[in-house]
């Protein structure tokens, strides 16, 4: 259902998020709150991207993570030749029961600009 600003919505988003069907690799750097004492080996992860903005992406996996959890992304986009790395901190974690995966938003705390840009440029292009 598309709610109109006028009708009590605002948009909260700073950049406009498109749909994206890709895999992403990620690490796992802090949990918070550390439950354990001592280091842990990183867990990896590859799961898929939903959509993307600069700002950040949404994923699904077949395990959630807890919010403000910091991870380490590395992701390919075919408007770039190498891969692009960042760092995100989750901001929600939900189980979807029609997928039977967890869908996550993560957002950017560091993304190069030029990767942040090219983002951007996919973003007005879709339309």
């Keep these: 259902m598309n709610v109109a600003k006028g009708d009590g919505f605002e948009e ?8 994206l069907k890709t895999t992403i690799e990620y690490r796992i750097l802090r949990f918070v709150p550390q439950a354990s004492i001592g280091r842990a080996a990183p867990i ?10 600069a700002g950040g ?3 699904v996996d077949n395990t959630g993570l807890s919010n403000d959890q910091v991870v380490k992304l590395r992701f390919k986009l075919k408007e770039r030749e190498d ?8 901001r929600w974690s939900n189980f979807d029961s029609h997928i039977n995966k967890y869908r996550m938003g993560m957002e950017f705390f ?3 600009e030029n990767d942040k840009q090219i983002i951007d440029n996919m973003a007005e292009n879709s339309d």
């Design 12 to 19: 909260r988003r700073k950049h406009k998020r498109i749909d």
């Design 57 to 59: 992406l949404q994923i």
């Design 83 to 90: 891969n692009i790395n960042a760092f995100a901190r989750i």
């Design 110 to 112: 560091y993304l190069n």
């Design 44 to 53: 990896e992860r590859t799961a898929e991207i939903v959509n993307i903005s």
